[in-house]
């Protein structure tokens, strides 16, 4: 089982910019897609990036597409996203999630973090 801790969020105005960190450990994370969702208050949790461990292969949603990067530092277990640009609209509690790639649902994810975005 993979175990995911992240780091990161807090309160920005907005077009401001943050970083969000996810550490994995527990095992390697070869053959794991690697995800990062986020749920507004009230609303369903939406995946927004992700990324296929240990090749080159990313997927950016078209609501943050331009806006956002999701990248990967394999020698350290972790993954982050990187929020340009951020909507006020945007204020939710973000998540990091893994899942092997064999499986359609994501089944480890770290606690989440709140990312607040004021007008």
């Known amino acids: 089982q993979v175990q995911l801790v992240q780091s990161g969020g807090g309160l920005v105005q907005a077009g401001d910019s943050l970083r969000l960190s996810c550490t994995a450990s527990?095992?390697?994370?070869?053959?794991?897609?690697m995800g990062w969702f986020r749920q507004v208050s009230g609303k369903e949790r939406e995946k927004i990036a992700a990324?296929?461990?240990?090749?080159?292969?990313?997927w950016i949603d078209d609501s943050v597409k331009g806006r956002f990067a999701i990248s990967s530092d394999d020698a350290k277990n972790t993954m982050a996203l990187q929020m340009n640009s951020l909507k006020p609209e945007e204020t939710a509690v973000y998540y990091c999630?893994?899942?092997?790639?064999?499986?359609?649902?994501?089944?480890?994810w770290g606690p989440g973090t709140q990312v607040t975005v004021s007008s």
């Open positions: 990324l296929r461990w240990g090749t080159r292969a990313t």
């Open positions: 999630a893994a899942r092997h790639f064999s499986v359609q649902d994501f089944h480890s």
């Open positions: 527990g095992r390697s994370l070869i053959n794991y897609v």
